[in-house]
């Protein structure tokens, strides 16, 4: 099947600093990566579409020079968080589809981020 | 846009029982996919079932199916025989042809033993 992984799965930074979250395919090539953000005991919140070799597209109201993303491989997608504030804390999660098959995706196992 | 509601925030059933847990969605798309995801406590997304829409019959895996009536716009979950196991966070998803998707608000399951 299917395999999607993410690292790190657990960061702890200080206000202010950023942090980057990949995303690898781990046995396929994905040409589009979703990036999400979920809270505790909510639903995921589509955060942005990560295309390769071009700009991400971002859903309405994320802030783009916030949440950096780059697609720079067909197996890995980069997320970096900038500035990060306490606000910002959160479970952030991304897949891709399997296989070339876009419409079902397959997620990778989240990072969580903590910022003090 | 599509939505995708979940009307029980919450279900709990007992071990080796059945439940069904329901989904309605809105599209004016004729092409689309549907699936249940799972999301235990680890939080990791795992696919559960998924329907084409073209497709009239009813998914099943293993001992989860689906009743999908597409002129009602409806996508439900059963679960059989439950397990301790399938305690989780069930989101139901519409997927365009291109991946994107939009989740319903999840439901809860408990499984009583």
């Known amino acids: 099947g299917a395999v999607v992984s993410q690292h790190p799965s657990w960061v702890i930074c200080k206000s202010g600093t950023s942090v980057k979250i990949e995303c690898r395919s781990l046995?396929?090539?994905?040409?589009?990566m979703f990036w999400y953000r979920q809270f505790p005991k909510q639903s995921l919140m589509l955060m942005a579409t990560?295309?390769?070799?071009?700009?991400?597209?971002?859903e309405q109201g994320v802030e783009k020079d916030k949440f950096l993303i780059n697609h720079a491989s067909l197996t890995l997608s980069t997320l970096t968080v900038t500035s990060a504030h306490p606000e910002d804390s959160s479970f952030y999660i991304c897949?891709?589809?399997?296989?070339?098959?876009?419409?079902?995706?397959?997620f990778g196992p989240g990072t969580r981020l903590l910022v003090l | 846009a599509q939505t995708v509601t979940q009307s029980q925030p919450e279900m709990s059933v007992q071990e080796a029982e059945t439940v069904t847990l329901s989904c309605t969605y809105d599209?004016?798309?004729?092409?689309?996919?549907l699936f249940w995801y799972k999301q235990p406590p680890s939080r990791q997304m795992i696919l559960v079932i998924r329907?084409?829409?073209?497709?009239?019959q009813n998914a099943t895996e293993n001992r989860f199916s689906v009743n999908f009536q597409k002129a009602a716009k409806s996508f439900s979950l059963k679960i059989s025989d439950s397990q301790l196991g399938d305690a989780a966070m069930y989101f139901c998803?519409?997927?365009?042809?291109?991946?994107?998707?939009?989740f319903g608000d999840g439901t809860t399951l408990t499984v009583k033993p």
């Open positions: 897949s891709a589809g399997g296989a070339g098959t876009q419409e079902t995706q397959y």
């Open positions: 046995d396929f090539q994905a040409t589009t």
């Open positions: 990560s295309n390769e070799g071009s700009k991400a597209t971002y």
């Open positions: 599209t004016s798309e004729s092409d689309y996919y």
């Open positions: 329907q084409e829409a073209y497709k009239q």
């Open positions: 998803v519409y997927n365009t042809n291109a991946g994107k998707s939009t």
